[in-house]
Every structure is written in C-alpha cells, then in structure tokens.
C-alpha cells in the first residue's frame, strides 16, 4: 500500500499541476514482476489549475470508492483521492452493506473489537495490535466525512513510512 501512497503523493504533491486519479480502487492497483505496486487507469484522472482546490465534473467512478461530496454534488479535490484510497485498505467490498451502514462505519465499530477482521490480512504480516490499530486509524482518517478533515496524502506517507520502520523492526 505504500507504493499506492507515493503514487497518489507525487500525483498531489510532486507534478506542477495537482493530478486527481478519480477512480482510486483495487482493480486499478497492479503488482509488477518484483511485487512493486503500480496505480493504473488514469482515464477519468482530472487535473487542477493552479489556483484550484476542487473542481466540478459529471465523469463517474467506481461505485463504493467514490467519496460522498463527488457523488452527490460532482466536486471533486485531491481529497477525493485520499478517500478512496483509505476505502482500498481493507478486504471488504464498500458495496456489500445494507441500509445506511458504510464501509467506515464498520471499520469504527471494529477498531474496539475485532481489529484483525479490518485490514485485510493479505496486506499485514503478525503485528502487535498496537500497530495494527495504528494502520486502521490512518485508513479512517482518509475516510472522514467531510474533505477537510481528510489527512493529506504527504501525512498518510509519514505515517505509514513509520508503521513500516516499526514491522521491519518486528
């Protein structure tokens, strides 16, 4: 997931122009020969002006990765982004609940109980739960509610470098 992250941190941070992937999802995260990560299907990808934070567009996405405020009003913003790659930490479909219950609403109500039925195992080797909890507190922070409390893509890189530094060290 690392590598996920640093593609979607150049993306935001490190091209002249901010570019929006829009369709952040696991089908569209594709391992190379080395088991390197590669984000693929830039087809909807938008990109910021200089002086833009969010823009407006009708092009759909993946249904259970789209973030509230580009369903229902069409805005998008790098935080979109974050949204949904928060959403691909896990092993559950976001489509796959009933009624007004959501993905994040699940992974809060699991963090207290049952930590390990989160993240999904094939991501995470033996941890402590202390580091475990770390991991499913940074895919919650992606997906808040509202953008402006989602972490920006350069924090959720420093976090998980040091989740990362603290397994290697397990």
């Known amino acids: 997931m690392i590598d996920v992250e640093c593609a979607l941190e150049y993306l935001q941070h490190g091209c002249s122009l901010p570019v929006i992937h ?3 999802e696991p089908s569209n995260v594709l391992l190379d020969e080395d088991m390197v990560a590669n984000l693929s299907d830039f087809g909807i990808a938008k990109l910021l002006g200089e ?17 509230p405020e580009y369903g229902l009003d069409g805005l998008v913003s790098t935080n979109s982004d974050v949204y949904s790659y928060g959403c691909i930490n896990t092993r559950r479909n976001p489509n796959k609940f009933e ?18 039925d989160v993240a999904d195992a094939n991501l995470v080797i033996q941890t402590d739960s202390r580091l475990q909890m770390d991991l499913d507190v940074v895919a919650l922070d992606c997906c808040a509610e509202s953008p402006a409390r989602r972490t920006n893509m350069k924090d959720v890189l420093g976090m998980l470098q040091k989740i990362n530094i603290q397994l290697l060290a397990c």
């Open 99 to 116: 009624g007004d219950h959501s993905l994040k609403q699940w992974v809060s109500y699991s963090l207290l109980d049952a930590v390990m």
């Open 22 to 24: 829009c369709d952040v």
């Open 51 to 67: 002086d833009e934070g969010y823009l407006y567009t009708k092009t759909l996405a993946t249904l259970g990765y789209i973030v």
